[in-house]
């Protein structure tokens, strides 16, 4: 993930995303499709969604993120990646749990 300067991650269906979550974590910036849950885990901030039924989508995603600030990216990439931290879901949880 180290060697990575963005984490590319095409899906053609999910449900959640660990490798998008250990991509964040790496401080990765994401390419992901604007599908399922990916567009509440990820925002222009930290990466670039596409619309998977455009045939043009993934690479035009790719050329307009060579075209951003990666370090800016990275940052925000691993800020959202600790604001997942379970300790924080926990504590809301039993919030939500607690009435």
């Known amino acids: 993930m180290n060697a990575a300067d963005v984490a590319v991650l095409p899906f053609l269906d ?3 995303s660990g490798s ?6 790496f ?3 994401v390419i992901l499709p604007d599908i399922g849950c990916l567009p509440e885990l990820i925002d222009d901030s930290m990466g670039q969604l596409f619309d998977p039924k ?3 989508g993934l690479k035009e995603a790719m050329a307009a993120i060579r075209e951003r600030d990666v370090t800016v990216l ?3 990439a691993f800020e959202r990646a600790e ?3 379970w300790d924080g879901i926990a504590e809301r949880l ?3 749990y607690r009435g």
């Open 14 to 16: 999910v449900l959640t």
């Open 20 to 25: 998008a979550i250990l991509a964040l974590s």
């Open 27 to 29: 401080g990765k910036p």
């Open 54 to 56: 455009n045939t043009n």
């Open 74 to 76: 990275s940052t925000a």
């Open 83 to 85: 604001s997942l931290h």
């Open 94 to 96: 039993a919030v939500l």
